[in-house]
């Protein structure tokens, strides 16, 4: 069992950055690939970015690619996705998302743990 718990979520205007954290705890992070996804009002929860387990292998949706960067840290079961350059249609509720082998997948059927989510609104 994996429990997942996101912040650095907020309300900021549009060009600006904010550094999301997933921290986990439970069985040990470091086996797990982790992805972050998002879902707006009305619109189907989409992937934005995911790390495989080792941290060598970094994935990113078109939308945010060159904006958005995913890291971990496992010595301190973390993820961050660092957002930069914002947009208002970046505004959703962030999840992250565990899975239990080490590849990343961009489906969100893929993962079996989860976070609460952090609220990311961008203003224009």
């Known amino acids: 069992q994996v429990v997942l718990v996101e912040s650095g979520g907020g309300l900021v205007q549009s060009g600006d950055s904010l550094r999301l954290s997933c921290a986990a705890s439970?069985?040990?992070?470091?086996?797990?690939?982790t992805g972050w996804f998002r879902q707006a009002p009305g619109k189907e929860r989409e992937f934005v970015s995911g790390?495989?387990?080792?941290?060598?292998?970094?994935y990113y949706a078109d939308s945010v690619r060159g904006r958005f960067t995913i890291s971990r840290d496992n010595a301190k079961n973390t993820v961050y996705l660092q957002m930069n350059s914002l947009k208002p249609g970046d505004t959703a509720v962030y999840s992250c998302?565990?899975?239990?082998?080490?590849?990343?997948?961009?489906?969100?059927?893929?993962?079996?743990?989860w976070g609460q989510g952090t609220q990311v609104t961008v203003s224009s």
């Open positions: 790390i495989s387990w080792t941290g060598r292998q970094t």
């Open positions: 998302a565990a899975r239990t082998t080490a590849g990343v997948r961009t489906s969100s059927a893929d993962y079996a743990y």
């Open positions: 439970g069985r040990t992070f470091n086996n797990y690939a």
